[in-house]
């Protein structure tokens, strides 16, 4: 069967194969669930079906489709990580074939699986395909609806194909909040084009897929109303404050802030090479992105209806990051990355074609960077991907736990211990979790307080804010008044220490070191949170004990 296949082909079909292994990879793996996932995950698991559709706990929006599917998946076959990562994972291989299908109708020659391996590969795909988290289901819903719409426009005619696309679309709108941006943007290009070609039979298509989607987007906009407190879209306006367009511009780099942000979906969200932020990382980010650009004007000159679809949902995406509705930037905008990878390669593709003879040195290059960069950051961000990795304290202090131990959880690691305690046997009577005190971390020191003349204090830490230096602030203060005993410390593969999760045990019984300091007399670090952080940093955390 493969000598039938062209090499193209073959390659792709062999990267297939790879993206689908690697995402098995991260999920076999099994990591920890971190803060996010931790509090979607409790609000799935504790919440009847009715109240799950209302405004979320702890910070956390999601549409009602994935809410629904994962409320499903567990009631099947129960709340562990396998089950709540279960339907993510499957999105996530889904829309990996589906995208294999795109790059190769869309695409010619080597092209196509050049944009299959961007796709197959890519870090944010591969991490965030095993997240209880609905980002996969945004990628999967977009890359669906644009499928749906190139097989549909193969006959544009055909009613049936037009049913199909509008419940496939109605379908993404559900699951997915950003699908809207496609399914708005390709609506209004169907629409154009209907318009533009003069077919009576195509503008009834085209009205069978607008009312459809038009109810369909209807109703799940009153739902997502539903699904956030006036206070949760303050916040989220906060949170999310650096990826909304800044016009009117008062500097120049206001007018380049799209490019930008374009060059750091290629690169890295932020700083750092974190996969959790949904940028690719690529080293020469800004090259892909110009790539991207030329692209997208040259399938404007080949195929003007898919340079329609692919674009429309992205300048749709951007008006709303200049009107402050939606972020333009982060994992947030995941959904958007297959349309940038078929326009990346079809302009390199573009651009080799187009260079002369004297510059096919300066082409090679060219190709090698492209080709070079993905496969470096694939490296660099091979599985398991562990973020506040915090399974493994709590099996060693279940292990060792003692009657009579006392348990101070920070408020950072709140979530994900009490998804963990009942799974490791540990009641919640035997927790205390901690305050948010971003504003005041005196706070932290005066819960300590609590557990003075106690010889055995756990300490267990993770999501630790490093602006503030809220680590270096508990352990300087508990090994002044008391003697630690055992430290256990499981890093995160990204390598930043507020992702790390962290156990300590301390002796906090000799009346000697109690003496030397106290909440109120201890000195604070220089670090201060500012107004905003010390305002909204806290939203959301608070974990109260069942």
Same mark, same amino acid.
């Given at each position: 069967?493969?000598?039938?296949?062209?090499?193209?082909?073959?390659?792709?079909?062999?990267?297939?194969?790879?993206?689908?292994?690697?995402?098995?990879?991260?999920?076999?793996?099994?990591?920890?669930?971190?803060?996010?996932?931790?509090?979607?995950?409790?609000?799935?698991?504790?919440?009847?079906?009715?109240?799950?559709?209302?405004?979320?706990?702890?910070?956390?929006?999601?549409?009602?489709?994935?809410?629904?599917?994962?409320?499903?998946?567990?009631?099947?076959?129960?709340?562990?990580?396998?089950?709540?990562?279960?339907?993510?994972?499957?999105?996530?291989?889904?829309?990996?074939?589906?995208?294999?299908?795109?790059?190769?109708?869309?695409?010619?020659?080597?092209?196509?699986?050049?944009?299959?391996?961007?796709?197959? &590969? %890519? /870090?944010?795909? @591969? =991490?965030?395909?095993?997240?209880?988290?609905?980002?996969?289901?945004? !990628?999967? #819903? +977009?890359?669906?609806?644009?499928?749906?719409?190139?097989?549909?426009?193969?006959?544009?005619?055909?009613?049936?194909?037009?049913?199909?696309?509008?419940? &496939? %679309? /109605?379908?993404? @709108? =559900?699951?997915?909040?950003?699908?809207?941006?496609?399914?708005?943007? !390709?609506? #209004? +290009?169907?629409?154009?084009?209907?318009?533009?070609?003069?077919?009576?039979?195509?503008?009834?298509?085209?009205?069978?897929?607008?009312?459809?989607?038009?109810?369909?987007?209807?109703?799940?906009?009153?739902?997502?109303?539903?699904?956030?407190?006036?206070?949760?879209?303050?916040?989220?306006?906060?949170?999310?404050?650096?990826?909304?367009?800044?016009?009117?511009?008062?500097?120049?780099?206001?007018?380049?802030?799209?490019?930008?942000?374009?060059?750091?979906?290629?690169?890295?969200?932020?700083?750092?090479?974190?996969?959790?932020?949904?940028?690719?990382?690529?080293?020469?980010?800004?090259?892909?992105?110009?790539?991207?650009?030329?692209?997208?004007?040259?399938?404007?000159?080949?195929?003007?209806?898919?340079?329609?679809?692919?674009?429309?949902?992205?300048?749709?995406?951007?008006?709303?990051?200049?009107?402050?509705?939606?972020?333009?930037?982060?994992?947030?905008?995941?959904?958007?990355?297959?349309?940038?990878?078929?326009?990346?390669?079809?302009?390199?593709?573009?651009?080799?074609?187009?260079?002369?003879?004297?510059?096919?040195?300066?082409?090679?290059?060219?190709?090698?960077?492209?080709?070079?960069?993905?496969?470096?950051?694939?490296?660099?961000?091979?599985?398991?991907?562990?973020?506040?990795?915090?399974?493994?304290?709590?099996?060693?202090?279940?292990?060792?736990?003692?009657?009579?131990?006392?348990?101070?959880?920070?408020?950072?690691?709140?979530?994900?211990?009490?998804?963990?305690?009942?799974?490791?046997?540990?009641?919640?009577?035997?927790?205390?979790?901690?305050?948010?005190?971003?504003?005041?971390?005196?706070?932290?020191?005066?819960?300590?307080?609590?557990?003075?003349?106690?010889?055995?204090?756990?300490?267990?830490?993770?999501?630790?804010?490093?602006?503030?230096?809220?680590?270096?602030?508990?352990?300087?203060?508990?090994?002044?008044?008391?003697?630690?005993?055992?430290?256990?410390?499981?890093?995160?593969?990204?390598?930043?220490?507020?992702?790390?999760?962290?156990?300590?045990?301390?002796?906090?019984?000799?009346?000697?070191?109690?003496?030397?300091?106290?909440?109120?007399?201890?000195?604070?670090?220089?670090?201060?949170?500012?107004?905003?952080?010390?305002?909204?940093?806290?939203?959301?955390?608070?974990?109260?004990?069942?």
């Amino acid at each position: 069967m493969l000598r039938s296949l062209s090499r193209p082909a073959v390659a792709t079909l062999a990267l297939v194969v790879i993206g689908i292994l690697l995402r098995l990879w991260q999920y076999l793996s099994n990591a920890s669930l971190w803060i996010d996932e931790a509090a979607l995950a409790r609000n799935i698991i504790d919440r009847p079906v009715g109240p799950l559709l209302g405004p979320l706990d702890y910070a956390q929006v999601a549409p009602p489709g994935f809410l629904l599917i994962q409320k499903a998946t567990i009631n099947v076959i129960g709340s562990s990580e396998y089950a709540l990562r279960f339907f993510p994972l499957a999105c996530s291989i889904t829309a990996l074939v589906v995208f294999v299908w795109i790059a190769h109708e869309l695409l010619d020659g080597w092209a196509a699986p050049f944009a299959a391996g961007m796709f197959a &590969v %890519g /870090a944010p795909f @591969v =991490f965030l395909g095993s997240q209880v988290k609905q980002y996969s289901t945004d !990628i999967a #819903a +977009s890359v669906l609806v644009l499928a749906t719409t190139v097989w549909m426009r193969r006959q544009p005619d055909d009613i049936r194909r037009s049913i199909v696309l509008g419940l &496939v %679309g /109605a379908g993404a @709108v =559900f699951c997915s909040q950003p699908a809207a941006f496609v399914v708005a943007g !390709i609506g #209004a +290009s169907l629409a154009l084009l209907a318009m533009m070609e003069r077919a009576p039979s195509r503008m009834r298509a085209v009205l069978i897929v607008g009312c459809m989607w038009g109810l369909a987007f209807t109703s799940a906009a009153f739902l997502a109303l539903r699904t956030m407190s006036p206070t949760d879209r303050l916040y989220m306006q906060w949170y999310w404050s650096g990826g909304f367009w800044p016009l009117p511009p008062h500097t120049a780099s206001d007018l380049w802030w799209p490019l930008q942000q374009l060059t750091w979906a290629f690169g890295a969200f932020g700083s750092g090479p974190r996969r959790t932020n949904g940028g690719l990382n690529y080293p020469w980010s800004m090259l892909f992105a110009v790539a991207m650009i030329v692209g997208y004007l040259a399938m404007w000159k080949k195929r003007r209806d898919v340079a329609l679809f692919l674009i429309v949902p992205v300048l749709l995406t951007l008006a709303a990051s200049a009107f402050r509705q939606y972020p333009f930037t982060g994992r947030v905008l995941v959904f958007l990355e297959p349309s940038f990878l078929v326009a990346t390669a079809a302009g390199a593709a573009y651009a080799i074609q187009l260079a002369p003879p004297r510059l096919q040195v300066v082409a090679t290059a060219i190709v090698a960077v492209l080709c070079g960069s993905p496969i470096y950051a694939a490296l660099a961000a091979l599985p398991p991907e562990r973020v506040e990795h915090i399974r493994p304290i709590m099996a060693a202090l279940t292990s060792r736990f003692q009657a009579g131990d006392s348990v101070y959880v920070y408020y950072g690691a709140g979530q994900a211990v009490l998804y963990y305690a009942p799974r490791f046997g540990l009641a919640h009577n035997r927790l205390t979790i901690g305050r948010c005190s971003i504003g005041n971390p005196r706070l932290y020191l005066r819960e300590i307080d609590r557990f003075r003349g106690r010889p055995r204090v756990w300490i267990l830490a993770t999501h630790l804010i490093r602006r503030i230096g809220e680590l270096e602030l508990l352990n300087g203060y508990l090994d002044a008044i008391g003697q630690r005993r055992e430290t256990m410390i499981v890093p995160a593969t990204s390598d930043i220490p507020g992702q790390a999760a962290y156990m300590f045990l301390y002796d906090l019984s000799d009346p000697e070191r109690l003496r030397a300091a106290s909440a109120d007399t201890y000195p604070m670090p220089a670090a201060e949170a500012d107004d905003s952080l010390s305002r909204w940093g806290c939203y959301g955390t608070q974990t109260p004990v069942p």
